[in-house]
C-alpha cells in the first residue's frame, strides 16, 4: 500500500474541497478503493501504486481548472476523473474569472482596446472619468499576470491625498493610517482573489498595496506595478515612480484629471508626464470617455452634468459659486 501527500497550494482549499466539502466527497466517492484525508493544502491518499497515481494525476488537473476559473463544479470533476478533457468555458474577451467563477472582462471598446495596450507596452497610461473602470481593470491584469506566472508579485500604490478635506491625525499604527487611502485596491483583490488566498499573498508579499511615499529607493523586478490616482502626484513624485521599473516588469498608471485633490499652486505630475514622455516609444495610453462608465447609470449624467457646469464656468457665465453672472442669464437645460 502507498501513500501520498498531494499539495494544491495555487488555490484556496475552501474553493477546491466546496461547500461542507462536497467536492472533496465526491472525488472520495469516485475512488471507492482509495482512503483518503483532507487537511489544509494537503490531501493524504492511500492505495496501491496505480490508483493514487491516477489520483494524484486527477487532483492536479483539477488544480490547474480551479487556478484558471476560481471555481469547481460537480461536472467537471467527473469529467475529469473519468478521463474527459472539461468543458473550457469562453475566453474571448474574459481577462480572468474572479471569486466564485465570475468572468471580469473588458465591456466596452476602450476597456478592450486597454488590455490589448497593456500587452503590448511596458508603461501604460489608462485616463478618464470616474467609474470607467480603469483601477479595477488594471488589477485584472495585474492578477492575470501572477496566475500565469507572467510576473512574480504585484505592487499597487496610490498617493495618500485626501479628496477636498483634512483628516487631520489618524490613529493607529502605520497600516491602519494608511489603508483607508489604499481600500479601493483592496476592494478590487477581493473580487478576484478568494479571501485566504489573498490573506497569503499578502502575507508573503506577493502582493504588495503601499502609498507611493514607500517607493522611493526601490527597483521592481519582474512584476506588475499599478500606479492608482495618479493625478494627485506631484511631478517628482510621478517620476520617482515611473523609474521603478524594473526587467522584467510592466506598470499601469490610472487618473482623472478633472479630480485633481493636490493644492491650486501644485502641478499634477501626471499631467505633466503626459506632456513629456508623449512621443516615448514603448509607452500605450488609453483615454477613457463618458460611454465607458460602467457603474451605476447616474454616474454618467452626474459626469456630464459637472463637465457642462465646468464649461459654463470657464466661459465666464458662472461665478466661483456657480451663480450666474449678473445680465448674463444660463439655461444649463440648453
Do not use: W
Request: hydrophobic share 40%; charged share 25%; proline share 5%.
Amino acid at each position: 500500500m502507498i501513500e501520498r501527500h498531494i499539495i494544491i497550494d495555487n488555490v484556496d482549499p475552501v474553493t477546491f474541497y466546496g461547500v461542507n466539502n462536497c467536492n472533496i466527497q465526491l472525488i472520495r466517492n469516485l475512488f471507492p478503493k482509495l482512503r483518503m484525508a483532507a487537511r489544509g493544502s494537503v490531501i493524504t491518499v492511500m492505495g496501491d501504486d496505480e490508483e493514487t497515481a491516477r489520483f494524484e494525476k486527477n487532483i492536479k488537473e483539477l488544480e490547474e481548472y480551479c487556478v484558471k476559473y476560481n471555481k469547481l463544479t460537480e461536472e467537471v470533476i467527473i469529467d475529469t476523473i473519468k478521463g474527459l478533457p472539461p468543458k473550457e468555458l469562453k475566453m474571448d474577451d474574459v481577462i480572468i474569472y474572479g471569486v466564485n467563477g465570475k468572468p471580469i472582462s473588458g465591456r466596452t471598446p476602450n476597456q478592450q482596446l486597454l488590455v490589448k495596450t497593456f500587452g503590448q507596452n511596458d508603461l501604460t497610461f489608462a485616463l478618464g472619468p470616474a467609474g470607467t473602470g480603469k483601477t479595477y481593470l488594471a488589477v485584472a491584469l495585474a492578477v492575470r499576470a501572477l496566475k500565469n506566472r507572467e510576473a512574480r508579485k504585484i505592487i499597487l500604490s496610490r498617493p495618500a491625498v485626501e479628496a477636498g478635506e483634512k483628516l487631520g491625525f489618524l490613529p493607529g499604527d502605520m497600516k491602519e493610517k494608511i489603508d483607508p487611502y489604499l481600500q479601493p485596491l483592496y476592494d478590487a483583490l477581493e473580487d478576484m482573489i478568494p479571501a485566504p488566498k489573498l490573506k497569503e499573498y499578502m502575507e508573503t508579499n506577493v502582493i504588495q498595496i503601499a502609498p507611493l511615499a514607500f517607493m522611493r529607493g526601490r527597483t521592481l523586478n519582474d512584476a506588475i506595478i499599478v500606479l492608482d490616482e495618479a493625478q494627485n502626484t506631484t511631478t517628482h513624485q510621478i517620476k520617482m515612480f515611473l523609474t521603478r521599473l524594473g526587467m522584467g516588469s510592466k506598470m499601469i498608471v490610472t487618473g482623472d484629471t478633472t479630480q485633481i485633490d493636490l493644492p491650486r499652486t501644485v502641478t499634477s505630475g501626471l499631467i505633466h508626464a503626459m506632456r513629456v514622455l508623449g512621443g516615448v516609444k514603448g509607452i500605450g495610453k488609453v483615454e477613457f470617455e463618458k460611454k465607458d462608465i460602467v457603474r451605476h447609470h447616474l454616474v454618467q449624467r452626474i459626469v456630464e452634468a459637472y463637465e457642462k457646469h465646468d464649461a459654463l464656468k470657464k466661459a465666464g457665465l458662472l461665478d466661483d459659486e456657480g451663480k450666474p453672472v449678473a445680465d448674463q442669464p444660463v439655461n444649463q437645460d440648453d
